[in-house]
């Protein structure tokens, strides 16, 4: 009935396993759980090792990092069920009726199920606020928002996949990037595929500092537009390509570039600060974009 598949990398996965099992079997549903740990630091592996005491479940140790998408394939060729739940390590269930939430939902129509991802209420440490803030605004999304346009805001930290409609994807994602959730959206509609939001949300616990966030952040923006060089964003919904397709048509993307020029280190201490704000890291990421298209 349904595979639990779980990538790890340097996370302590316990806590998880044993709230996703709990569930699974007052569930009564045929299940399995697998973790990979994709070549973690030894105590993490440690750490991780008493979840095999759980029935059906399973802890794969890779010496080698193969990365996020990557490791999510293998952990696809070793599910033995149908349907494929992926939850990403540093996750958590928000409702104890995680499990039922997505059963509840399988059909001989369903294809896709997203979840959604949620934060807790209460603020972090400010080193982390970037992460938190722009995860409240703009990633915490009610379903019936998503659904209207249901392949824009693609979280592959939890969702809910048929065996056979990732397999059509295995040979168009070859990157192992940051960024890669707006590419699958975009592979999503263009294979016609059927997707499905519901609020069936897990915390989003591992959130990383500002100035890691920022970093990625940046290598987001190097994905998109790479993807987009190679014109295979013809389906996307994505905000951000949207803006930056315009202000390149117009000429408009030679002032945001010197704009990043001259004002990135302001925008850079004021995102990595202790009261980021959400409207700067906009601003970043598009005076960034058009920056790196321009400078290559």
């Known amino acids: 009935m349904l595979s639990v598949l779980v990538p790890a990398y340097n996370c302590n996965v316990t806590e998880l396993i044993a709230e996703v099992h709990r569930q699974l079997v007052l569930s009564g549903a045929a299940f399995e759980i697998i973790v990979m740990d994709d070549g973690s630091e030894p105590e993490y592996v440690e750490s991780n090792r008493p979840i095999i005491n759980l029935s059906q479940t399973q802890l794969i140790i890779s010496e080698k990092n193969h990365g996020r998408i990557k490791t999510r394939l293998l952990l696809r060729d070793r599910a033995k069920f149908n349907w494929l739940l992926y939850l990403d390590a540093d996750t958590f269930p928000k409702s104890e009726h995680f499990i039922i939430n997505y059963l509840n939902y399988i059909s001989p129509e369903t294809q896709v199920i997203f979840g959604g991802i949620a934060y807790e209420d209460t603020p972090p440490e400010s080193v982390f606020m970037l992460r938190w803030r722009y995860g409240r605004k703009h990633e915490e999304v009610k379903a019936s928002i998503r659904n209207k346009t249901p ?132 601003l970043y990421r598009i005076s960034y974009l058009c920056h790196i298209d321009l400078n290559r």
């Open 151 to 282: 392949y824009k805001l693609v979280i592959s930290g939890n969702f809910l996949i048929k065996n056979k409609i990732l397999s059509i994807f295995d040979m168009e994602i070859k990157s192992n990037q940051y960024g890669y959730d707006s590419y699958f959206g975009v592979l999503l509609k263009k294979n016609q595929v059927r997707v499905v939001h519901i609020d069936n949300e897990v915390y989003h616990r591992g959130i990383e500092e500002s100035a890691v966030y920022l970093k990625k952040m940046e290598q987001a923006a190097k994905t998109l537009l790479s993807l987009y060089d190679q014109d295979l964003m013809r389906e996307h919904q994505n905000t951000l390509l949207n803006l930056f397709i315009f202000l390149k048509k117009t000429y408009l993307n030679r002032i945001l570039s010197l704009f990043y020029q001259v004002f990135r280190n302001a925008m850079n201490r004021n995102l990595t600060g202790h009261n980021p704000s959400i409207w700067i890291l906009q």
